[in-house]
């Protein structure tokens, strides 16, 4: 049978309906509700926006969020990375029921996550109750939003790692092996960089995941202010009291700060370095 092939021009005829239909439908469900962020943060003026931004409770949002955001980027980026090549490189009884373990923070509700580290480690929880004579309590404090956070976050490390090193020839590592390589040589010298774009995007993820997370968070921290409010409960809360301004100004930077991530990843992906490496 022929195969025909249509004209340039009724191509694009064809494509406007599809890419309208498109834009119509994100239109109402991601488009504008982003767009009304930064409408409503800028229309009091400039100045306006920096005195919200100026305020103590936001400054403090913002700046432990940051700093949990990254800090759980970097020990996710380890323990993923560790956790991919494991799964990996080894053959054990129980490998799939460990890989599915790891992966069970990104099906389970946020809140679930939140309630489970609060009956570990709150006061009544099994080790809590344990600790908790010795002046030692992490819930209601950065250290357990930290521990929600790397929980809620290491699918997304191990999700971008996992894959690369799947796809990675093993012939590089034999070749490694025959010059006399150890194992962690061969890591460090032909595993390790072929995993710099994966390592990068899911530190990315990670990083924007963590910087927004809600649902563990207000459990574990108290939504206590200027001690465990993050960004979004500081959001949350300023709502809640009627300070628009307010909240928006912090809403819209966070908004912002996840467009970089994500622009960056794109970037990233649009030069091969996501989901390969070269080794």
């Known amino acids: 049978m022929k195969e025909t092939t249509l ?131 992490p819930m209601f404090t950065p250290v357990g ?31 490694a092996y025959t010059i006399g390589a150890s194992r962690q040589q061969t890591f460090r010298y032909v595993i390790l960089p072929a995993l710099r774009g994966g390592i990068l995007s899911g530190a990315l993820l990670t990083f924007a995941h963590s910087l927004g997370e809600f649902g563990a968070t207000v459990l574990v921290s108290g939504n206590l202010r200027l001690r465990t409010q993050t960004s979004p409960l500081y959001i949350f809360s300023q709502f809640e009291a009627g300070n628009m301004e307010t909240a928006n100004a912090v809403a819209a930077v966070l908004a912002a700060l996840s467009f970089v991530i994500f622009f960056t990843l794109q970037r990233v992906a649009g030069n091969g370095h996501v989901g390969r490496g070269t080794a």
Not at 8 to 27: D, G, S, V, Y
């Open 7 to 137: 004209p340039a021009a009724h191509r694009k005829t064809q494509a406007f309906w599809p890419i309208f239909i498109l834009i119509m439908a994100l239109l109402p469900l991601v488009i504008m509700p982003l767009s009304a962020v930064f409408f409503f943060a800028a229309r009091d003026g400039l100045a306006q926006f920096i005195d919200a931004l100026r305020q103590p409770e936001a400054q403090f949002a913002l700046r432990l969020s940051l700093i949990t955001a990254t800090v759980t980027a970097v020990f996710n980026g380890i323990l993923g990375t560790y956790t991919g090549y494991v799964l990996t490189e080894y053959n054990f009884r129980g490998r799939g029921v460990l890989e599915v373990i790891v992966n069970l923070p990104a099906a389970i509700p946020t809140v679930v996550v939140g309630t489970s580290l609060l009956l570990l480690w709150g006061p009544v929880g099994l080790l809590g109750r344990l600790l908790d004579p010795w002046g030692i309590q």
């Open 145 to 175: 939003i930290l521990l929600a956070h790397i929980f809620v976050t290491l699918p997304y490390m191990f999700g971008a790692v996992k894959p690369v090193l799947d796809k990675l020839e093993a012939t590089y590592e034999e070749a």
